[in-house]
């Protein structure tokens, strides 16, 4: 069984910083990318930002370009996501996804959300 544990979530004030960690562990996987997405009080669930750990390349939300960093390591199956210059807009609950590969099939992962609250 593979679980996404996250943490790092709270309250801050805008035009501070969060950072979220998200680890995957569990049964044996081939890693393929890990990411965030975030789903705000009343709205879906929306695309933050992925790395993919075959060339490290990152992607990212326009909302959240120049303001978020997206990183990881790869030997502790972690992803974080540092979150600079914080508005009330990024009030949300905040779930790392990971796309894994077990037993030769690949599988999508959710944790458990955290809770990111912005106060202006």
């Known amino acids: 069984q593979v679980q996404l544990v996250e943490s790092g979530g709270g309250l801050v004030q805008a035009g501070g910083s969060l950072r979220l960690s998200c680890a995957a562990s569990?049964?044996?996987?081939?890693?393929?990318?890990m990411g965030w997405f975030r789903q705000a009080p009343g709205k879906d669930r929306e695309f933050v930002a992925r790395?993919?750990?075959?060339?490290?390349?990152?992607w990212y939300a326009d909302s959240v370009k120049g303001r978020f960093t997206i990183s990881g390591d790869n030997a502790k199956n972690t992803v974080y996501l540092q979150m600079n210059t914080l508005d009330s807009e990024d009030t949300a609950v905040y779930y790392c996804h990971a796309r894994l590969g077990v037993s030769g099939k690949e599988y999508e992962y959710w944790g458990q959300g955290s809770q990111v609250t912005v106060a202006s």
């Open positions: 569990g049964h044996t996987f081939s890693n393929y990318a």
């Open positions: 790395i993919y750990w075959s060339g490290g390349s990152t």
